[in-house]
């Protein structure tokens, strides 16, 4: 058997004789790294909902499950990598070493500005000393001249003080006479408010009391037929006779034969055959039916978690009606894991690629898609409109996951996208961007010297250690491009 580019046979021990850390290499890689259909454990099932949790921001939850996943894996440094990740995402990313130059600078001219603050400080202080001194020394020498103009101003204000109080009470007298005067006819207008008010509610009363009564007995009427009709036109007329309320009781009337009228006619045809469909048609009482109305949540979908071929409704329900885009992610998640051979599962992803919404969501269904060997143009395509929108949450996987568009269609604008990618500011992106281009073989001269230059002079440790590996993944590829492999069997 021949194989040409041998690149997974090589990788391995490319990446060990590397003289690089390589810690980038695994922290992305295993973003998107699968465990074959058949041998997929729970393990794995919950580094997947995990990293859902973490795509939409629940931090929580993400590492939550990804513990749990380490329980079960005690020694899976991937899944070590995944919480420290996760760590360093909650606790905002350490400052970098143009930003600690910086504040080491801010810090030196604050030191500045704080002595200067000081200097002037006590110079301020000084000068106080120099203006107390002459405010004493000028003090002795005024006091007596203020003595005698106190004395003169005391005299003045208890004159006309006696003056101003001898008005203010006679004001306040006119008010308080005005103020009692109004107050009584406002008592007057109120008590005959008040009475007013009793005579219409007692109105009221006999008139809700006449009414009820001849509501009542219209629905006896309609109930019972003409002996009920009998008795009740003899019980109206007997209430209009002693009541004297005669046209209130054919308002009552009227006002119940308009309503059931109108009731009646609002009622489509349609809506009536389709009750009587309804009655006549058995009840669906499946917990999956039960649950639709108000849409699958996260909780009824980690019950598949440990199973999910015994779930396959609840999860094919999830991804169409779950009641969050969480939700539904975490339906096409677990979908991933049902065998290829179930086309249904393998439609229901497609169909919800094309009409969701967050990007959260779109890589989950693309994830799934990998994990069923499913991939295509579309999926291609669905990826890169992902990493144009650019959400921060998901973009690293996603350009990790963009390793899988180089057997398609789309590799050509895939490479363009990642070369772009390689200038991006954020390091994880430039990193991710590297690796994701050593998978898609030999590359033009121009973007390996870049990845070059980037290996040699990038700031970040990570992009140089991500640079280098694909460098030398890139040489193996274009010398073993012909290179043939000879098994021989024993």
Same mark, same amino acid.
């Given at each position: 058997m021949r194989i040409r580019q041998p690149l997974a046979l090589l990788l391995g021990g490319l990446v060990s004789a590397s003289s690089m850390g390589c810690a980038a290499y695994n922290a992305v890689l295993s973003k998107n790294s699968h465990p074959t259909q058949q041998s997929s454990p729970?393990?794995?099932?919950?580094?997947?909902?995990?990293?859902?949790?973490?795509n939409q921001g629940n931090y929580e939850r993400a590492e939550s499950l990804y513990r749990s996943a380490l329980r079960t894996d005690p020694r899976n440094e991937e899944i070590r990598q995944q919480l420290a990740e996760l760590e360093s995402r909650k606790n905002g990313r350490s400052f970098r070493a143009g930003t600690e130059s910086a504040i080491a600078q801010a810090d030196a001219v604050s030191g500045k500005a704080k002595s200067a603050g000081n200097a002037t400080q006590q110079t301020t202080m000084n000068v106080g000393v120099a203006v107390a001194d002459a405010a004493a020394s000028l003090h002795g020498s005024a006091n007596a001249d203020l003595e005698a103009k106190k004395e003169i101003a005391l005299t003045a204000a208890s004159t006309t003080g006696d003056h101003l109080i001898g008005k203010a009470e006679q004001a306040v007298a006119s008010t308080e006479a005005e103020l009692a005067s109004v107050a009584e006819d406002v008592t007057e207008q109120s008590d005959e408010t008040a009475a007013d008010a009793a005579a219409l509610f007692g109105e009221l009363e006999d008139f809700t009391a006449v009414a009820e009564s001849a509501a009542e007995e219209v629905n006896a009427e309609v109930l019972f037929g003409e002996e009920a009709d009998e008795t009740s036109e003899q019980l109206f007329g007997?209430?209009?006779?002693?009541?004297?309320?005669?046209?209130?009781?054919?308002?009552?009337?009227?006002?119940?034969?308009d309503e059931a009228t109108g009731e009646a006619d609002e009622i489509p045809e349609s809506d009536v055959a389709q009750t009587d469909l309804a009655d006549s048609s058995p009840v669906d009482s499946s917990p999956v039916a039960e649950t639709v109305a108000a849409g699958i949540t996260v909780e009824q979908l980690l019950a598949a978690l440990e199973s999910p071929e015994l779930h396959r409704e609840l999860l094919l329900e999830g991804l169409s009606d779950g009641d969050s885009e969480e939700s539904?992610?975490?339906?096409?998640?677990?979908?991933?894991?049902?065998?290829?051979?179930?086309?249904? =599962?393998?439609? #229901?992803?497609?169909?919800?690629?094309? &009409? *969701?919404? @967050?990007?959260?969501?779109?890589?989950? $269904?693309?994830d799934s898609l990998i994990q069923r060997r499913e991939f295509s143009d579309a999926a291609a395509d669905t990826l890169l409109g992902i990493v144009a929108d650019n959400d921060p949450a998901v973009m690293a996987q996603a350009v990790s996951a963009m390793r899988h568009c180089a057997e398609t269609e789309r590799r050509a604008e895939t490479l363009l996208v990642l070369t772009q990618l390689l200038s991006e500011g954020d390091a994880e992106i430039r990193t991710a961007a590297a690796l994701t281009l050593a998978d898609f073989g030999e590359l033009p001269?121009?973007?390996?010297?870049?990845?070059?230059?980037?290996?040699?002079?990038?700031?970040?440790?990570?992009?140089?250690?991500? =640079?280098?590996? #694909?460098?030398?993944?890139?040489?193996? &590829? *274009?010398? @073993?491009?012909?290179?043939?492999?000879? $098994?021989?069997?024993?």
């Open positions: 729970a393990g794995d099932r919950l580094v997947a909902i995990g990293r859902v949790f973490e007997d209430a209009a006779d002693d009541s004297g309320e005669d046209h209130v009781v054919d308002f009552a009337e009227a006002l119940v034969a539904k992610a975490i339906a096409a998640t677990l979908l991933g894991e049902l065998p290829a051979s179930d086309q249904d =599962a393998a439609a #229901a992803l497609m169909d919800a690629m094309s &009409t *969701a919404e @967050s990007c959260a969501l779109k890589l989950a $269904i693309v001269q121009s973007l390996h010297q870049t990845l070059e230059q980037l290996a040699d002079r990038d700031p970040d440790v990570n992009v140089r250690e991500a =640079a280098g590996v #694909a460098v030398g993944r890139l040489l193996v &590829t *274009a010398d @073993s491009a012909e290179m043939e492999i000879q $098994i021989i069997p024993r």
